[in-house]
């Protein structure tokens, strides 16, 4: 599979998860990829907290089922129903929880590329997860990116020490296949914009 194939398989999955669990050579090897991102000044500032207790699975599962909860009550009636058959995640489904990391401590105060560009270190960890995720598309695993849930929570729940963010749980496993076409535009909450709208000559056009 080409890197441009991937990228043109590659889905949030939610419903699609097997119920096998991803075994310990294949996420060594997606977490390989991981690894082997670019990062502002070679800090590398991602770790990964591998998570299948299913005691945790669950009580991550509900509270992210609380907060799902609580943004479809903020939305006005006619996004509620648009969101309401959208399954937002496979926490227990996927068997398996990859916590990703963000350490804007490592490599000191003067890191190189950073100086003017604080976010730079968060943007390496976000590549770090593109690359999992790619990665594991190649293989033929499904990764779902989950983000309803309260920071500190999960910090807690995987004993993640501050300065240390979490700022991923992605939800791991062989999926029974890929959809063809993304479920948030499937059921209607937002389609993909035209490439010709997202591409500027010389100056940004609004």
Same mark, same amino acid.
């Given at each position: !599979?080409?890197?441009?194939?991937?990228?043109?398989?590659?889905?949030?999955?939610?419903? %699609?998860?097997?119920?096998?669990?991803? &075994? *310990?050579?294949?996420? !060594? +090897?997606?977490?390989? #990829?991981?690894?082997?991102?670019?990062?502002?000044? @070679?800090?590398?500032?991602?770790? $990964?907290?591998?998570?299948?207790?299913?005691?945790?699975?669950? =009580? $991550?599962?509900?509270?992210?089922?609380?907060?799902? =909860?609580? $943004?479809?009550? #903020?939305?006005?009636?006619? =996004?509620?129903?648009?969101?309401?058959?959208?399954?937002?995640?496979?926490?227990?489904? #996927?068997?398996?929880?990859?916590?990703?990391?963000?350490?804007?401590?490592?490599?000191?105060? @003067?890191?190189?590329?950073?100086?003017?560009?604080? *976010?730079?270190?968060?943007?390496?960890?976000?590549?770090?997860?593109? @690359?999992?995720?790619?990665?594991?598309?190649?293989?033929?695993?499904?990764?779902?990116?989950?983000?309803?849930? /309260? %920071? &500190?929570?999960?910090?807690?729940?995987?004993?993640?020490?501050?300065?240390? +963010?979490?700022?991923?749980?992605?939800?791991?496993?062989?999926?029974?296949?890929?959809?063809?076409?993304? /479920?948030?535009?499937?059921?209607?909450?937002?389609?993909?914009?035209?490439? %010709? /709208?997202?591409?500027?000559?010389?100056? $940004?056009? #609004?």
């Amino acid at each position: !599979m080409s890197v441009h194939e991937a990228i043109a398989l590659r889905r949030d999955v939610r419903a %699609e998860f097997s119920g096998d669990p991803i &075994d *310990d050579a294949t996420l !060594m +090897r997606i977490l390989g #990829s991981a690894h082997r991102a670019p990062s502002v000044g @070679n800090t590398q500032p991602w770790d $990964f907290v591998v998570v299948r207790d299913p005691a945790t699975l669950d =009580r $991550f599962a509900g509270h992210v089922a609380d907060k799902r =909860r609580a $943004f479809a009550e #903020s939305l006005p009636p006619e =996004r509620k129903d648009t969101f309401n058959p959208i399954k937002i995640e496979g926490i227990r489904e #996927s068997r398996t929880g990859v916590v990703v990391t963000y350490d804007g401590s490592r490599g000191g105060p @003067n890191v190189l590329g950073r100086h003017t560009i604080e *976010d730079t270190g968060l943007f390496s960890a976000v590549l770090a997860i593109q @690359n999992l995720w790619l990665a594991a598309v190649s293989e033929g695993i499904g990764v779902g990116w989950v983000s309803f849930y /309260d %920071e &500190d929570f999960l910090a807690d729940l995987v004993a993640i020490p501050a300065p240390v +963010r979490p700022i991923a749980w992605l939800c791991v496993g062989p999926v029974t296949g890929f959809q063809q076409v993304p /479920d948030l535009e499937r059921f209607g909450w937002r389609g993909r914009r035209p490439l %010709e /709208d997202a591409v500027h000559l010389e100056r $940004f056009r #609004s």
